[in-house]
């Protein structure tokens, strides 16, 4: 079982950054591939970006390449998403995961925990 937090959103200006952290309980984090999903008002939930459990290896989606830059620290149960040059895009959930498979494997349906999500509202 894995219990998962974020934290970091808020409200920020477009071309901004933000920093979310997801913080994760549990003694198996490093056995897992942690995931960034997020969700805008009467969208779907994509993934923005997947990291392996070793932090060795990541994915990220086109639309945030060379913005966003996602790490993790196995010693401390944490995964980070640093988002830089915030686009206007109104308000959207930021969800963390964690799931057992490739972490390439980034089908939403694989994906085995949930946080509850961090709101990231880009708005000058």
């Known amino acids: 079982q894995v219990q998962l937090v974020e934290s970091g959103g808020g409200l920020v200006q477009p071309g901004g950054s933000l920093r979310l952290s997801c913080a994760a309980s549990?003694?198996?984090?490093?056995?897992?591939?942690m995931g960034w999903f997020r969700q805008a008002p009467w969208k779907e939930r994509d993934i923005v970006a997947a990291?392996?459990?070793?932090?060795?290896?990541?994915y990220y989606a086109d639309s945030v390449k060379d913005r966003f830059t996602i790490s993790r620290d196995n010693t401390k149960n944490t995964v980070t998403l640093q988002v830089n040059s915030l686009k206007v895009e109104g308000k959207a959930i930021y969800y963390c995961?964690?799931?057992?498979?490739?972490?390439?494997?980034?089908?939403?349906?694989?994906?085995?925990?949930w946080g509850k999500g961090t709101l990231v509202t880009v708005s000058s």
């Open positions: 549990g003694r198996t984090f490093s056995s897992y591939a």
């Open positions: 990291i392996n459990w070793s932090g060795s290896a990541t």
């Open positions: 995961t964690a799931y057992s498979q490739h972490y390439n494997n980034i089908n939403i349906r694989n994906m085995g925990y």
